[in-house]
């Protein structure tokens, strides 16, 4: 009985160490598989951040966003922070590409010294992957 205890014990560290050995000497991947957002690349030229808006003048929104792999739309959101984040701009864009450029204008309204945030989101794909963009920027009354 010993002696199979033994040969069970030599048996099992026999296949742990074979084991060891097949798994270690597995090829490392240096170069793995791309994912969705590994070139992506997202600018928000204007506004400037922090930049200041006088009540009626006109603010320009102006972003390039590209991605290799291709994205599947984008939305570019105005959000008054100072008024319990109000939405006060919404555009929503559904169109595949790998490049956008996004030139729009929202008039400045507020009634009260107002903390804005520009906010872009890119969905990447359909599974719900997105990338975020801010800018924040203050407006006067």
Do not use: R
């Not at 590209?66 to 319990?84: P, R």
């Amino acid at each position: 009985m010993k002696n199979f205890k033994s040969i069970n014990i030599a048996v099992v560290l026999l296949f742990v160490a074979t084991i060891g050995l097949v798994s270690s000497c597995k090829k490392k991947d240096d170069n793995p598989s791309p994912t969705p957002t590994d070139n992506f690349s997202i600018s928000i030229t204007s506004p400037t951040d922090m930049q200041t808006f006088v009540n009626g003048s006109t603010v320009n929104i102006k972003a390039s966003i590209s991605n290799s792999a291709g994205m599947h739309g984008y939305e570019l959101t105005i959000i008054n922070k100072s008024n319990n984040n109000e939405e006060v701009f919404k555009k929503e864009v559904h169109d595949h590409g790998t490049s956008y450029t996004i030139d729009e204008n929202w008039v400045n309204n507020v009634t009260k010294h107002s903390d804005m945030e520009a906010e872009i989101t890119v969905y990447v794909d359909h599974e719900g992957n997105t990338k975020t963009q801010h800018v924040h920027f203050h407006c006067h009354p």
